[in-house]
């Protein structure tokens, strides 16, 4: 089997630091090699999930249909979180493979396709609402190379309150809610809903809640 893959990372600093690309990377190099296929080329891509307009995905469609290939892509979600954007893909009849889930049928990965929008736009509408509240809170908000020398202050200021909050607030809760049998998931959302951010004013993941109660 001929195999084209297609990576997709947020940011030009991920491509240059390699994070994400190398751990995608690694899945289709082990499932090329399970699977016995021969990657003929790769295309990375630095966009947005969000958008549709990608040209290296589209010279990695083109490829496809060429060579009579297959897209293979490391996780759905690097593909799209959004589901017409996947039905279109479908309907081009190019054959695409998600390592993560290799054996899923056009139904599954629609309906997977709609649980990473889903996520997306939840995870992005809890980060706006946490931040309207930070803001309303007196937080300053903003990159520190954007602002003015009182405005540095002020957020200086407002990042140690932030700091004293973060001690008193969102340690002993987190503790609470993980000796209740929460997971780091709950507590995360737990934490960003009730407006208690994270020391850079950013909304709680999983990750972040398991280094606080490191």
């Known amino acids: 089997m001929k195999i084209i893959v297609y990576c997709r990372v947020s940011t030009r600093k991920q491509e240059a630091s390699g994070l994400g690309l190398e751990a995608q990377q690694a899945a289709v190099v082990a499932y090329a090699q399970s699977n016995a296929a021969t990657i003929a080329s790769e295309f990375i891509e ?8 990608r040209p290296e995905l589209a010279r990695a469609i083109a490829a496809c249909r060429r060579q009579r290939a297959t897209l293979v892509i490391a996780k759905l979600d ?5 589901v017409a954007f996947v039905a279109n893909l479908m309907e081009a009849r190019v054959s695409f493979v998600c390592c993560d889930n290799p054996n899923a049928t056009p139904l599954t990965i629609h309906i997977l396709s709609a649980v990473a929008e ?4 939840r995870i992005s509408q809890r980060t706006k609402d946490a931040l309207a509240r930070a803001k309303a809170r007196g937080t300053v908000l903003g990159k520190p190379a954007n602002l003015n020398g009182i405005a540095r202050c002020k957020g200086t200021a407002a990042n140690i309150q932030a700091a004293q909050r973060h001690a008193s607030l969102a340690l002993p809760l987190a503790r609470k809610l993980r000796d209740a049998g929460e997971t780091l998931a709950a507590i995360a959302n737990r934490l960003t809903d009730d407006g208690i951010l994270t020391r850079t004013g950013r909304a709680w993941s999983a990750t972040s809640v398991m280094r606080l109660l490191a």
């Open 46 to 53: 630095v966009e947005t999930g969000k958008r549709a307009d």
């Open 118 to 121: 889903d996520e997306a736009k």
């Open 78 to 82: 690097r593909l799209a979180r959004n």
